[in-house]
């Protein structure tokens, strides 16, 4: 019996047995699974329905009702972009179903302020805030060797920007190879952010449109708009999103969108000699760098080390000595 049949059946079995403290699983083919949800992780849902244990991946799911408390549906929270209700417990928000398009001037105005830049006593670089409690993604070239860093914040308030400069900024993550860094702001009465949504460049097709916000040159919060060139333009043995979106110093670290509103990249880098060829790291492997972050916590004992290597567990340890 396949997957979806055997939780159809187990639906069906159980629809008479719901209880007002249950959790309600709803899937997509209209039935649903009730009983105790034991763990929620990123591609499956843990739910415990009576006499067994069953695993739910999180594609075949429509929506989840907490003990009797249905989560709401899709919809813009808290000023940010379209959410997935398979995100909500995660530590980043992300939909990998195809957007609405919609227009770019109207997205600028609600997902802009979870764009920031990122200032170094050598430099600067844009970024952008996976969530609200201050984490942030930018290139780990941005950040690279340097021991000061402020993030720059564009508050909406009063319908007016205010520039808000916060100094605590805390390396959590780093992955030098694929030019990735997780930043946090730490700074004390620090409010909380606006994010964005993390979308999928897997469903993109060439030819369709995009568009960055960063500051390029120092030129903060400025929007260039353009097309995906190709998707797989390979670069000493990586492959990246390739733009027309005109990507300049200072874009390095922020986000790529699609017209759902929704990263799709993290552009990094362009050729100098020529215009209109931009690159952007791929979301999947953002998705990929914060969900092994702990794989990549930076370490201020060996600050270049992408990786930290824990220690080797002992086979001798409590063991008598060999006579």
Excluded: W
């Excluded at 995009?210 to 708009?225: H, K, N, Q």
């Excluded at 043995?237 to 979106?245: D, K, M, N, R, V």
């Amino acid at each position: 019996m396949s997957l979806k049949k055997h939780l159809v059946l187990l639906a069906l079995l159980f629809c008479g047995l719901r209880l007002a403290c249950a959790d309600v699983i709803q899937l997509k083919d209209q039935s649903a699974v009730t009983g105790k949800i034991l763990a929620e992780k990123p591609d499956s849902i843990v739910v415990d329905v009576g006499y067994t244990v069953l695993v739910v991946p999180r594609n075949v799911i429509a929506g989840i009702s907490k003990s009797g408390i249905t989560a709401p549906a899709p919809t813009t929270v808290a000023s940010n972009p379209v959410v997935s209700l398979n995100a909500l417990s995660q530590f980043y928000y992300a939909d990998n179903r195809p957007p609405a398009a919609r227009d770019v001037q109207d997205l600028v105005k609600q997902i802009g302020e979870a764009v920031v830049q990122v200032r170094t006593p050598g430099g600067l670089g844009s970024g952008f805030f996976i969530n609200a409690d201050g984490y942030l993604i930018t290139n780990f070239h941005v950040i690279e060797g340097e021991t000061e860093i402020s993030v720059e914040v564009y508050h909406q308030r009063n319908d007016q920007l205010d520039r808000e400069t916060y100094k605590q900024v805390k390396i959590i993550a780093i992955n030098k190879f694929h030019d990735l860094a997780l930043l946090k702001i730490e700074d004390k009465n620090a409010p909380k952010f606006k994010y964005v949504t993390l979308g999928s460049s897997d469903v993109l097709n060439v030819g369709d449109s995009v568009f960055a916000i960063g500051s390029p040159m120092g030129l903060e919060r400025t929007v260039t708009s353009g097309i995906l060139s190709t998707k797989t333009r390979q670069i000493e043995g990586e492959l990246y999103l390739q733009t027309t979106a005109q990507i300049n110093p200072g874009n390095s670290g922020g986000p790529l969108f699609n017209l759902g509103g929704e990263v799709v990249g993290v552009t990094n880098m362009k050729i100098t000699f020529g215009e209109g060829l931009g690159f952007a790291i791929p979301v999947e492997l953002v998705k990929s760098f914060l969900e092994h972050r702990d794989a990549f916590a930076y370490s201020a004992d060996n600050p270049n080390n992408p990786y930290r290597y824990l220690e080797p567990p002992s086979r001798t340890k409590n063991q008598p000595a060999a006579k």
